[in-house]
């Protein structure tokens, strides 16, 4: 009987680590605050995964604070404020998560990969097989006005939510 239940308390624990992967993005995906991202896309092939595009965020170029020197993978915590154009633009970049951030700014929390770049988690866009021929001559027809939509929570966290390409919008 007693076997029983470390196996049944071994399955559960197994789920839970599964589960705990994609948490945070589904969290922010059903609590956060969506926002605008430009992004420079770039379109490989991944063997295991199929068709994505890496998305260069302006946002994780950013110049960092005076006398910031981050290690790498270090998380960092980038303020966005919104520009008039509706996009959404680094304001100030910290190593904790800032205090007394304005209601209209948005902080996002993301790891440095030296370089000046700054990785969100959110830099793949897998295509489906039967849009990829579409999203493909859009971006590079369009490179320059790609935007993506994404979500925030309250600690950071980023989830993706679709591709913009000039009047069409590709849902993640």
């Known amino acids: 009987m007693r076997k029983k239940y470390y196996l049944i308390l071994a399955v559960i624990l197994q789920c839970a680590i599964i589960a705990a992967v994609p ?3 589904l969290f922010a995906r059903l609590t956060g605050r969506e926002i605008t991202i430009k992004t ?3 379109d490989p092939y991944d063997f295991l995964s199929g068709y994505h595009v890496i998305l260069n965020y302006e946002i994780s170029s950013s110049d960092l604070s ?3 020197q981050p ?15 509706d996009i959404w633009h680094s304001h100030s970049i910290h190593t904790s998560y800032p205090e007394d951030v304005p209601a209209d700014a948005v902080v996002m929390k993301g790891k440095w990969q030296g370089w000046r770049r700054i990785q969100y988690g959110i830099e793949k866009f897998f295509i489906p097989e039967e849009h990829r021929q579409d999203i493909e001559r859009d971006l590079r027809q369009n490179q ?9 929570d309250r600690f950071g966290n980023a989830a993706l ?6 009047d069409r919008a ?3």
């Open 23 to 25: 948490a945070p993005k």
């Open 66 to 68: 005076a006398g910031l």
């Open 40 to 42: 420079a896309p770039v």
């Open 144 to 152: 320059r006005q790609a935007l993506v939509d994404i979500k925030v």
């Open 170 to 172: 590709y849902e993640y």
């Open 71 to 85: 290690h790498e993978n270090q998380i960092l915590y980038n303020v966005l404020v919104k520009g008039e154009d």
């Open 161 to 166: 939510l679709r591709l913009r390409v000039d």
